[in-house]
């Protein structure tokens, strides 16, 4: 099977010293997507597709969680628009991870092609803020809007919890460990 088109292994990105506070803060958010990608690279189908002992989790369903979570948290939550067909297709009642499960389905190619345009539809919408206060149009369950602030902080989390699970994997896959 073909592995990932990347021919060199691609650069974590600098984060700034002394940057504003969505610099900042979309710097971190960078430099978590490129480190999922880094588990990535280099990775044939079948190894994307490998798990520890006694978990489902491969790199494959964690990006295709991360291309969820980004069109969750930007383009629904923060935008208020509609995820694609292919999402509102998902048959999430039988499948609570249909996002990962379809993942799965994905060549290398196509997964890393989807996970990047998503992060940059969404780096486009929180750029396109008036500010880190912004409000979102979705709300909590509560009722409550969320702030891009509080978006962006939470991705980072997402992203740095994430990046952990993906750097087990991947080191029981080849024994590649971060950089």
């Known amino acids: 099977m073909r592995t990932v088109a990347r021919m060199t ?3 974590s990105p600098d984060i700034p010293l002394a940057a504003d506070e969505l610099t ?3 710097a971190f958010l960078d430099f978590y997507r490129a480190e999922l990608l880094d588990r990535v690279w ?8 490998m798990t520890t002992a006694s978990s489902t989790l491969t790199l494959a369903r964690l990006v295709g969680h991360m291309t969820g979570v980004e069109m969750g948290w930007f383009l629904e939550k923060f935008d208020g628009a509609t995820p694609p067909d292919y ?3 998902l048959d999430w009642d039988a499948d ?8 799965e389905s994905l060549t290398p190619d196509e997964l890393v092609a989807e996970f990047e345009a998503q992060c940059e539809d969404s780096r486009r919408r929180a750029a396109a803020a008036t500010s880190l206060d912004q409000l979102s149009v979705g709300t909590s369950l509560s009722g409550q809007p969320f702030n891009l602030r509080w978006i962006m902080v939470h991705m980072i989390e997402e992203y740095a919890r994430h990046c952990g699970h993906a750097d087990l994997i991947r080191e029981s896959i080849d024994g590649d460990t971060a950089r």
Do not use: F, I, K
């Open 9 to 11: 292994r691609p650069n």
């Open 96 to 103: 609570p991870d249909a996002e990962m499960t379809r993942a």
């Open 42 to 49: 280099g990775l044939n189908h079948e190894q994307l597709q």
């Open 24 to 26: 900042t803060l979309t």
């Open 87 to 89: 999402v509102e297709a």
